[in-house]
């Protein structure tokens, strides 16, 4: 069964510090995978998406994702956190002819110190 | 464009009544797709819509159905609510109809059952 782990359930880091979250997946066809990030109280708002392509994507907010078929992960990176990027970030996978289905991961929860 | 709307926000029902929420998508996605999002079992997929037919449908019981209308607006249906119903709702439209694609979301429909 497809399934995505987020391995840290929460993470603090001090603002201007450069930032890594966790994603691996478990599916047995070609990955759509997907990054959101949802702020207290919100919907979910997409970062950046992989389909196909050059591996290292980049998003929104300054955001950055590679994607590493060999170790079934799409780690989400920035080189310098905003107190603002706190929230909770969600990784994806989309299901090929199941378009509108997404298989999230538990989340993470990211705290910036000042 | 304005984004997608869902309303009420915030609901708050007791044990055994029915509920139903609406989410408007963005002006011209044919696509919605629904999800309950809880803090022991994380974000999961409801079911989607597309041009008024139920395309794919996750595993929850029949207590929970929708519907689309031929303008995309989308309800989705609880029947006789459950303590364990009480969650963030979230809808998200896609314009696309094939393959994977990316979902833009709503702020959800909070509901809390008593």
């Known amino acids: 069964a497809q399934s995505v782990t987020q391995p840290d359930i929460h993470i603090t880091v001090s603002e201007g510090a450069s930032l890594e979250l966790r994603c691996n997946y478990s599916?047995?066809?070609?990955?759509?995978l997907f990054w959101y990030v949802q702020s207290p109280g919100q919907g979910l708002q997409l970062l950046l998406k992989?389909?196909?392509?050059?591996?290292l994507v980049q998003g929104i907010k300054g955001f950055e994702a590679e994607f590493k078929r060999s170790q079934s992960s799409f780690n989400l990176r920035k080189p310098s956190v905003h107190w603002s990027d706190a929230a909770e970030y969600f990784c994806?996978?989309?299901?090929?002819?199941?378009?509108?289905?997404?298989?999230f991961g538990q989340g993470t929860e990211l705290s910036v110190k000042p | 464009k304005a984004g997608v709307t869902q309303t009420p926000r915030y609901l708050i029902k007791t044990r055994g009544q029915q509920v139903t929420l609406s989410c408007s998508p963005i002006?011209?996605?044919?696509?919605v797709s629904w999800y309950q999002q809880t803090p022991g079992q994380g974000l999961q997929f409801l079911f989607e819509?597309?041009?008024?037919?139920?395309?794919n449908k996750g595993n929850f019981p029949g207590r929970f159905s929708g519907r689309q209308f031929s303008n995309s607006r989308s309800e989705m249906n609880v029947s006789t609510l459950e303590l364990g119903d009480s969650a963030l709702y979230l809808c998200?439209?896609?314009?696309?109809?094939?393959?994977?694609?990316?979902?833009?979301f709503g702020p959800g429909t909070r509901l809390t059952v008593t």
């Open positions: 599916y047995g066809a070609t990955p759509y």
């Open positions: 992989y389909f196909s392509g050059d591996t």
């Open positions: 819509y597309f041009s008024e037919t139920q395309r």
């Open positions: 002006s011209g996605h044919r696509s």
């Open positions: 994806a996978v989309g299901l090929y002819n199941q378009g509108g289905k997404l298989i």
């Open positions: 998200a439209s896609s314009s696309t109809g094939t393959g994977v694609y990316e979902q833009y």
